[in-house]
């Protein structure tokens, strides 16, 4: 196979590797040639990813000290980190005035606090070999006021802006930060969703100028791309892959 994008041999770890995305991540470096790592919050999460990983790592990252260990834990055992994709999420749909602050704290610390403490973890290692890639998933609730998602547009908005502080401290070292925020996907929480409300899946394909939702590979390919040396001029950005759903 062609090494166009030149990831063979890189040392990759995606945090969340275990969820739908993340699997497809996985999948999508490993073909590239790359080495690659996941962490997950227990090892059932990452149950079948053997082929495609030479290590797993079982930790909460929504607790600072262990997501900061987990990822020194890879680094030590692929004897570097050239890549780190932060792709870790939960969302729960409700109006703001519903959330209990266990529930704003739950996601918080599961979408934002775990972003902060892996990619600093992983950014200061990049610095040290002056070189690395960082890429964390956003959403195009981010940057949209959706009903029903504000603790987790409050947390992707968040991650926007560490990503940019990311990408100017590190920049000068040889490091780039950017983010991918994907529109409505064929995910296990976009399927979750949608089983519990059937009658919503029109009304979402409307809001998209494309009409449909969008796929696995539409996702994989433009990280794949971000993570890569012909991306080494492109930081602090945030791409929207989201079938023109931010234009309208």
Not at 21 to 35: S, W
Not at 126 to 152: C, D, L, T, W
Request: aromatic content about 6%.
């Amino acid at each position: 196979m062609s090494d166009w994008l030149g990831l063979t041999g890189r040392r990759v770890l995606v945090a969340g590797g275990g969820g739908t995305i993340g699997r497809a991540l996985v999948n999508g470096f490993a073909t590239a040639g790359a080495t690659v790592a996941v962490t997950d919050v227990n090892d059932e999460a990452m149950a079948g990813l053997d082929q495609q990983t030479a290590v797993r790592h079982a930790a909460d990252l929504s607790e600072a000290g262990a997501a900061r260990a987990a990822v020194s834990a890879v680094r030590g055992a692929l004897g570097g980190l050239d890549v780190f994709v932060h792709c870790v999420g939960i969302n729960d749909r409700r109006p703001i005035e519903d959330y209990h602050a266990s529930d704003w704290e739950r996601i918080v610390a599961v979408n934002l606090t775990s972003a902060f403490h892996t990619a600093t973890e992983a950014a200061v290692g990049m610095r040290e070999q002056r070189n690395g890639r960082i890429v964390f998933f956003s959403s195009v609730a981010g940057r949209s006021g959706h009903k029903y998602h504000g603790p987790y547009a409050a947390t992707k908005g968040a991650i926007n802006q560490l990503m940019r502080v990311i990408a100017h401290e590190y920049a000068e070292h040889g490091v780039t930060a950017n983010a991918v925020a994907p529109g409505y996907m064929d995910t296990t929480l976009t399927r979750s969703y949608l089983a519990a409300n059937p009658d919503k899946r029109a009304a979402l394909i409307d809001l998209i100028p494309a009409g449909r939702f969008g796929t696995l590979p539409e996702v994989v390919d433009p990280v794949l791309f971000l993570c890569s040396p012909h991306a080494s001029f492109i930081t602090g950005q945030v791409l929207y892959i989201d079938g023109g759903r931010t234009i309208v």
